[in-house]
């Protein structure tokens, strides 16, 4: 058989290559493909050949049973996202895994640099996650905070914020007050404490800074606008997740990397 399919393969091959902090670029050259194939082969859009799947299993020094099997993946997976081994055959990779600790972080900063502008209240944080965390995938070819961000009506809504912004609630890190922009009901989150940055690398700390610089003087209606016309969430079906590998499809209006 000259091509295979599973439907678990590519989630793993992609986990297999960011474990070993390898990009896109350098794994389909070492496989002989164009990146755009290997992105459709670990969003399982693709089959993988018996020629390439050799080539991978050699490159991250594994069998190609193992490969095929995806039978590292509870070696791979956090521990709190193992299954009881009863659940082992029907196990799914969650991608993103998200780094809470990162993201509470990240919302403090926020909040400390920009969190003060009367335009900033809940909906224009969510849109500056959001602008955020693609905007570094399609840089870096890796999450920032690995966040997963609804579809809906108002633009890009990342789930996991209501139960981070609660704990740090409960935590004394963050106040929530309820007041208006303009004519419009706003919630607004005041800082209790500063960041702490070391769990930020420089690059990811330079990115955030790029994107509060041009995004956070908007107002949320101009922040929904915005990310209405981005692929990300042109291409994403309402109340769905918004899937990070579209942003390589961005108009260039919108993209923030250049492809040369």
């Not at 996650?129 to 570094?136: A, C, E, M, S, V």
């Not at 981070?164 to 419009?184: D, G, H, R």
Request: charged share 30%.
């Amino acid at each position: 058989m000259n091509n295979l399919k599973d439907k678990d393969t590519g989630k793993f091959i992609k986990i297999l290559r960011e474990r070993n902090e390898l990009t896109q670029e350098f794994v389909s050259e070492k496989i002989g493909v164009s990146r755009p194939t290997l992105n459709k082969i670990e969003s399982n859009k693709t089959d993988l050949s018996l020629k390439q799947a050799k080539k991978l299993a050699n490159l991250f020094n594994i069998s190609i049973e193992n490969l095929l099997n995806c039978s590292e993946i509870e070696s791979i997976l956090p521990e709190h996202n193992k299954r009881d081994k009863k659940e082992k055959d029907s196990i799914r990779i969650s991608i993103p895994e998200i780094n809470f600790k990162k993201f509470k972080e990240v919302i403090l900063y926020i909040l400390n640099r920009v969190g003060a502008k009367p335009n900033v209240g809940e909906t224009v944080i969510y849109k500056l996650l959001y602008f955020i965390d693609f905007d570094f995938y399609e840089k870096y070819e890796e999450h920032l905070l690995g966040g997963t961000y609804i579809k809906n009506h108002y633009g890009p809504t990342p789930v996991e914020f209501n139960n981070i912004i609660s704990n740090m609630i409960k935590q004394s890190e963050v106040i929530k007050i309820t007041s208006k922009y303009f004519k419009y009901p706003q919630k607004k989150y005041l800082p209790i404490r500063t960041p702490e940055l070391e769990v930020l690398k420089a690059h990811e700390l330079r990115h955030i800074d790029e994107v509060l610089s041009r995004l956070s003087s908007k107002t949320a209606k101009e922040l929904s606008d915005i990310s209405h016309k981005d692929v990300p969430w042109i291409t994403a079906k309402e109340g769905e997740p918004i899937d990070y590998e579209s942003v390589f499809y961005r108009t260039k209006d919108y993209s923030v990397r250049n492809y040369e």
